[in-house]
């Protein structure tokens, strides 16, 4: 079964969830609303003809300005069919949140840890969802557009000086130019 069939197909079982099935260079990608999506991923896994078993790829994006302004999307593979499809669960500023998928493929577990540190999206139900790329005290999350370019005002993280300090030679050596 083809990608474009997988998403007819997830159209078929979940009409009221997906939002919008889109073609490009060919890739199938489908839109989904959040709050079925671990249905929707069980769905994807565990169907005989489908079995998308590998979650290759999970991350966060942010839209600013767009209604809703997150995604989380999901790359799925199926190893025994050899088909690809993206799925992208849609997620609201004013609660970005989304159900977990770790119970469906434990390699989403440091994904998820990703985007919540980098976009504020929270994965309810995630086994330990803290910080795994910024200091434990960063406020704001660094990859959402409206983030200052160069971080909060006055504000520099733990170890700063001692990595100048490592630094300070990189001129001398041809570094970083």
Not at 85 to 103: G, N, R
Request: one cysteine or more.
């Amino acid at each position: 079964m083809g990608p474009l069939e997988i998403a007819e197909k997830l159209r078929d079982k979940f009409p009221l969830e997906v939002v919008d099935i889109k073609t490009f260079r060919d890739q199938v990608s489908v839109s989904v609303k959040r709050e079925r999506i671990t249905d929707i991923c069980h769905f994807l896994n565990g169907e005989p003809d489908i079995r998308m078993n590998f979650l290759s790829d999970l991350c966060g994006v942010d839209y600013p300005g767009r209604k809703p302004r997150f995604e989380v999307v999901y790359n799925l593979y199926s190893l025994k069919y050899n088909s690809r499809l993206i799925l992208k669960a849609l997620i609201p500023e004013d609660d970005p949140s989304i159900e977990s998928v770790v119970p469906i493929w434990n390699g989403a577990n440091w994904h998820e840890r990703e985007a919540c540190d980098m976009y504020g999206i929270i994965f309810n139900g995630h086994p330990d969802l803290r910080r795994i790329l910024m200091p434990e005290d960063w406020e704001g999350f660094p990859l959402r557009k409206d983030y200052p370019l160069k971080g909060k005002e006055g504000r520099e993280y733990r170890g700063f000086e001692e990595l100048k300090e490592l630094h300070s030679h990189d001129s001398e050596w041809n570094i970083g130019r």
